[in-house]
């Protein structure tokens, strides 16, 4: 069965801090991974990784996905309390045209 | 560009009562995805629909039902409602198929009492 399993599931650490959110899957054909952000409803969309070892960035958020280990990791640099939200792993199962998350993790940002 | 809406933001229903739950994609897009996000899980897999058809359903049961109108707007139903339908129902859509992920619009919080 095809499946994203993510954690820590949540995570306290003081603003200014590195975090580290680990997310592993095993997806039958798979495609490419995505991280999502999800403050309080829509959940927006971070990054889209489908090539191993090549870094993603986006400001002090980077990503990057091992395709012989089934994992990805979403580092955070110099947290601030904007950055408390849940982070959502997910990955395209194509056919059934869906794409499948998992847990998140909750990240909560200490001033 | 309006992106994916959701009507309504919130809901109170009683148990065995019947919901409707409304979402518009985003313009161009044919595709509208269905999840159920209940308190503390994540996003569980409801329906798909393209062109007006329904693809695809997750493991749910037969009273949660929807369709996608000519416009490719869509409504969730929910009949019989019980309590552990309380949940976060999220609206997503897509241009290029889901290997590029959604698009995903606020929710409808329904809370069932």
């Known amino acids: 069965e095809d499946k994203v399993v993510q954690s820590p599931l949540s995570l306290v650490v003081h603003e200014g801090d590195t975090v580290t959110l680990n997310c592993s899957y095993e997806?039958?054909?798979?495609?490419?991974l995505l991280w999502y952000k999800q403050e309080k409803k829509a959940p927006t969309f971070l990054f889209m990784l489908?090539?191993?070892?090549i870094e993603k960035k986006s400001g002090r958020l980077s990503s990057i996905l091992d395709k012989k280990e089934l994992f990805s990791i979403l580092n955070i640099t110099a947290t601030q309390t904007g950055d408390s939200a849940v982070y959502l792993c997910a990955s395209p199962v194509s056919s059934a045209s869906k794409i499948i998350f998992g847990s998140g993790t909750r990240l909560s940002i200490r001033p | 560009e309006a992106g994916v809406t959701q009507s309504p933001t919130h809901l109170i229903k009683t148990r065995g009562q019947q919901v409707t739950l409304r979402c518009s994609p985003i313009?161009?897009?044919?595709?509208v995805y269905w999840y159920q996000q209940a308190l503390g899980l994540g996003l569980q897999f409801l329906l798909w629909y393209d062109e007006g058809e329904e693809r695809n359903r997750g493991n749910f049961p037969p009273r949660f039902s929807g369709r996608q109108f000519p416009n490719y707007s869509s409504e969730l139903n929910v009949n019989a409602l019980e309590l552990e339908d309380s949940a976060l129902y999220l609206c997503?859509?897509?241009?290029?198929?889901?290997?590029?992920?959604?698009?995903f619009g606020s929710g409808t919080r329904l809370t069932v009492v």
């Open positions: 997503a859509s897509s241009l290029q198929g889901v290997n590029y992920g959604y698009t």
């Open positions: 997806v039958t054909n798979f495609r490419s």
């Open positions: 313009s161009g897009h044919t595709s």
């Open positions: 489908t090539s191993s070892g």
